[in-house]
């Protein structure tokens, strides 16, 4: 818990150092292209950059599976938790596993009154260290949980069909300038 609070102190730090850097302008044009700040989010989240490589949330919101997935984050106001500069590992569920977990679970989560509860879950997804797949099977070999941002940990393990953690297969593993996006088709529901 203590990391939990650190990461979001340090993210409301970064915040206020990014928006208080802005001289007053929303616009700066960097190499031919532009760079620009939204003036309604206050974190690294409303930085639009078109020059950098993608980071998490702009790879997760380029691709239509993870649909669902994204309006999560924006609903629990995590934005900036993962395009945090990093290294980050993020377990992402696709749209069909947010449809595995019970009839009316995804619409409750979303809902404002839900919203501390619903972060935690993302959280839970999220490994605040730096986990390629090459990495994680070292883990896996020396029988290590992994430190999640929700502060639970999470079994990670070689089987002869794949990498698995908290037991669900990772099925695609992408690079993004933040860290690693391991795709996976269940949702990390953490014990309370």
């Known amino acids: 818990m203590k990391k939990n609070n650190l990461i979001f102190s340090l993210l409301i730090v970064i915040g206020f150092f990014i928006t208080s850097c802005g001289n007053g302008e929303k616009k700066q ?3 031919e292209k532009q760079t620009e700040i939204k003036p309604e989010t206050q974190g690294q989240s409303g ?18 599976d993870f649909s669902t997935l994204v309006a999560a984050i924006e609903a629990a106001g995590v ?12 377990f992402a ?6 449809d595995k977990l019970p ?4 619409t409750s989560l979303l809902l ?3 919203k501390a509860k619903l972060a ?20 896996a070999k020396k029988g290590r949980k992994l430190y999640m941002a929700s502060g639970k940990y999470l079994v990670v393990e070689e089987k002869e069909d794949g990498l698995y953690v908290g037991g ?25």
């Open 47 to 64: 930085v639009i950059d078109d020059v950098s490589a993608a980071n998490a949330l702009q790879v997760a919101k380029s691709i239509a």
């Open 112 to 114: 404002p009154e839900n």
């Open 103 to 106: 009839e009316g679970t995804v």
């Open 120 to 139: 935690f879950i993302l959280v839970n997804h999220v490994a605040p260290a730096n986990y390629p797949d090459t990495q994680l099977k070292k883990e």
């Open 29 to 31: 044009e960097v190499s």
């Open 79 to 90: 934005e900036d938790a993962v395009v945090n500069v990093g290294p980050l590992t993020i």
């Open 168 to 192: 669900t297969k990772i099925l695609k593993t992408v690079k993004v300038s933040n860290g690693w996006i391991h795709v996976i088709d269940n949702v990390l529901v953490p014990e309370a």
């Open 93 to 98: 569920p696709v749209n069909a596993a947010f």
